[in-house]
């Protein structure tokens, strides 16, 4: 691959939907972020990867098809379809933002390429990704519905993709994009006096997941505490930040570079 620093930036669903809303995008908002992309990709030469959650695109349809345990009758198959075509239909309002502006985007399906075993990723392949990466091209991953050996079939949330991505890519960067300014000591939605925790290293990190909470809103693949957990446990060693994606302008900062929000190393 090309020697540009390659970043992986992801996108929550609760900042490109209304999360309490069925299938709702924030379409305003993904136009904003898509544009301040582009914006910094002008200013900088880097690679970039684009994850995207699926918000009340993807965990209201699951909970409503009865997904969280694979597929056990035909109601979970067209469940299956269901919920593929909502995430699908997400990533494609964010691809058409991109083409809007002429910028070479193009979706990567997670069903295509990924295999589940029992809800662990035993095939993940890169090398498209990789090639579009070569070209110049960003990648639009999203979380998704996959076939699981064991399951039928499972869900692979966009924080599972990203730190497996960034693993096997070696990626320089790992930006998440949420609708908090960071990572607190609790949940600063339900806690006033919530404190942000600037850095996550070696020393704090096993104190920090004790404290950090869980989501409030309806995310059947984990809160802020499993995103955490995931990252360090499969991209420990790859600098990432945890940001606020809905405050204009940041996306575009901490592409270009700026600390901003909770910035995680832990080797």
Known sequence: MCDFMLQILKLGGSVITDKNRYATPRKKAIRSLVREIISAREEKD???????????????????????????????????????????????IIWEEFLKNNVSAVPVHPMSFIVHDDGNIVLFETKQIEKMLDMNIIPLLYGDMVVDLKRGCSIISGDDIVPYLAKKLNADKILMGTDTDGIFDKNPKLFRDAKLIRDINNKNYEDV????SSSASVDVTGGMRDKLKKMIDIAGGIESLVYNANRSGLTKRVLLGEKLGTSIFVS
């Not at 699926?54 to 056990?72: C, D, Q």
């Not at 997941?209 to 950090?212: C, I, S, T």
Request: aromatic share 8%; proline share 2%; net charge positive.
């Open 46 to 92: 880097f690679r970039l990867i684009l994850v995207n959650g699926a918000g009340s695109f993807g965990h209201m349809p699951v909970k409503k098809y009865g997904l969280e345990n694979g597929i056990r009758d035909e109601k979970t198959k067209i469940g299956m379809a269901m919920v593929h075509k909502f995430v699908e239909d997400l990533n494609r």
């Open 209 to 212: 997941l004790n404290m950090v």
